[in-house]
């Protein structure tokens, strides 16, 4: 297939906006379609994620498309997290080095900035309030409905990149083959709100990714230029304290009194807001293919939804996105094998990274307000500093080593959670963490490990770029 074939993306938002400006700048015709209304004329994004945590993949993936600067002067830079006891207590945790941040974006701001830039290429046409009804598997053609009117769209290919909900998806049950599961997180959740000072100001610091930990549910915030946060009460949606449980104003209002009383000052009406508001649940989504009769593919959050809670979702989308460009370069636009390999490389990093999301619920929740966790955590940030060719911690794997594998990162973490868990044993390590010997038990275990494994840690992530590149 040569360039200026047509293709349909249908769903415009961040991913498909961002796939389409990257299909469009290798010379495609692209017709993209969006359910629902343009979000810069009505808003869309009410009771849904204002914010978002933005990293390296997908800094990475912005940049490819020049919108990095742009987008960046409307974050917010988040180097750690700030955990807020049930005593009131306050600790930190840096993400990374000094100068290492996720960034907290609006949602509907990126959206906007990207389809700003689509309208831009000629070979780009967007159309909203387009309901999607029907796909040919077989030829890529699609229906849409506006206004009570089906067009028939034809296309040599179609991407879905509708979203978790993703009516492609849906649709693409009923083809052969194609296996689907869908799993439910026990948490569901709610959104809140902490609003600015009067003067604009924030109420806590703004640098700083907020967490409330309590074991089975946590309260989390966002910074938001306005000097407001965003916050997410995730809580489990059935059981004893649930939001099956919480039913009644005093019981919820002795929820929130007894697990956030330092929040209660900050947060806007939350007693109102958690009884006026339904949960949204937490679910993960995987399938296989990815691609169907070379013909439709599936990308970002229809592939692959995964949990919040590693803020990888749409880092990962973009990924999809930037990968699958350059994709097209490496195999001079012949589809077979661009799509071979965007269901080789892809599904199994979306795997890995859906993995981990699912487990950094129990690290954020629970781990990040112990005393052991935190020092683990420090030892580990010691040692990268004394070996960075040998050791990366695993969150900096993930979040800021853009040119490593999700699935080698989860690979090595595992590696190294093994590791970890002998150093904490060593006698009276809250004591001598800082000591040269631990240091050196560290380098030991890591070098026998990677022996073992004949590959060591930093080979196999050197390996992982040099892949990418």
């Not at 389409?20 to 994004?45: C, M, Q, T, W």
């Not at 109420?203 to 965003?230: C, E, Q, V, Y």
């Not at 589809?335 to 795997?351: E, H, M, P, T, V």
Request: net charge negative.
């Amino acid at each position: 297939m040569s360039p200026r074939e047509k293709i349909t993306i249908a769903g415009a938002g961040p991913v498909g906006t961002l796939l389409a400006i990257i299909l469009a700048r290798h010379g495609y015709r692209v017709n993209l379609f969006e359910s629902r209304p343009d979000s810069r004329v009505k808003s869309i994004y009410q009771g849904k994620s204002i914010n978002i945590a933005l990293s390296d993949r997908g800094w990475l993936a912005l940049a490819s498309v020049g919108l990095k600067q742009q987008v960046k002067q409307q974050a917010i830079a988040m180097h750690k997290r700030v955990m807020h006891a049930i005593d009131g207590n306050i600790t930190e945790q840096a993400y990374g080095t000094p100068e290492q941040a996720i960034w907290s974006v609006s949602r509907a701001g990126i959206n906007e900035q990207l389809l700003d830039l689509a309208e831009q290429e000629p070979l780009i046409s967007i159309k909203f309030d387009q309901r999607l009804v029907d796909v040919n598997f077989d030829n890529a053609c699609a229906s849409f409905l506006h206004e009570h009117n089906i067009e028939k769209v034809s296309a040599d290919i179609l991407f879905g990149a509708d979203g978790a909900y993703s009516k492609v998806r849906r649709l693409a049950q009923e083809t052969p083959r194609f296996s689907y599961s869908q799993s439910y997180m026990p948490q569901s959740y709610i959104e809140l709100h902490i609003p600015a000072n009067d003067d604009g100001s924030f109420k806590m610091a703004k640098d700083a990714l907020h967490i409330w930990p309590r074991k089975k549910f946590m309260l989390i915030a966002l910074p938001n230029p306005d000097g407001s946060f965003t916050c997410t009460l995730f809580l489990d949606f059935q059981g004893e304290v649930s939001f099956s449980s919480l039913t009644q104003r005093d019981d919820v209002e002795q929820f929130f009194q007894a697990n956030f009383a330092d929040a209660m000052a900050l947060l806007e009406n939350p007693i109102d807001e958690f009884m006026a508001k339904t949960a949204n649940p937490l679910f993960l989504v995987n399938i296989d293919p990815w691609v169907i009769n070379e013909k439709v593919a599936l990308i970002g959050d229809a592939a692959h939804a995964m949990v919040p809670f590693y803020g990888q979702g749409m880092n990962c989308g973009f990924e999809d996105c930037r990968e699958l460009g350059q994709l097209i370069t490496k195999h001079n636009y012949d589809w077979s094998r661009i799509f071979l390999g965007y269901q080789a490389q892809r599904k199994i990093n979306a795997d890995a990274i859906t993995e981990l999301a699912k487990r950094n619920f129990v690290e954020m929740s629970e781990r990040s307000g112990q005393a052991s966790f935190l020092l683990q955590k420090q030892i580990e940030a010691n040692f990268h500093q004394r070996h960075p060719e040998l050791w990366t911690p695993l969150y900096s794997m993930v979040t800021f080593s853009p040119s490593l594998p999700y699935s080698q990162a989860l690979a090595i973490g595992d590696i190294q959670q093994e590791i970890m868990q002998q150093i904490m044993q060593i006698p009276n390590i809250e004591s001598c963490w800082q000591e040269d010997f631990v240091y050196a038990k560290l380098q030991e275990l890591a070098q026998a490990s990677a022996s073992d494994n004949n590959n060591d840690l930093s080979a196999d992530r050197k390996t992982g770029e040099q892949k990418h590149d």
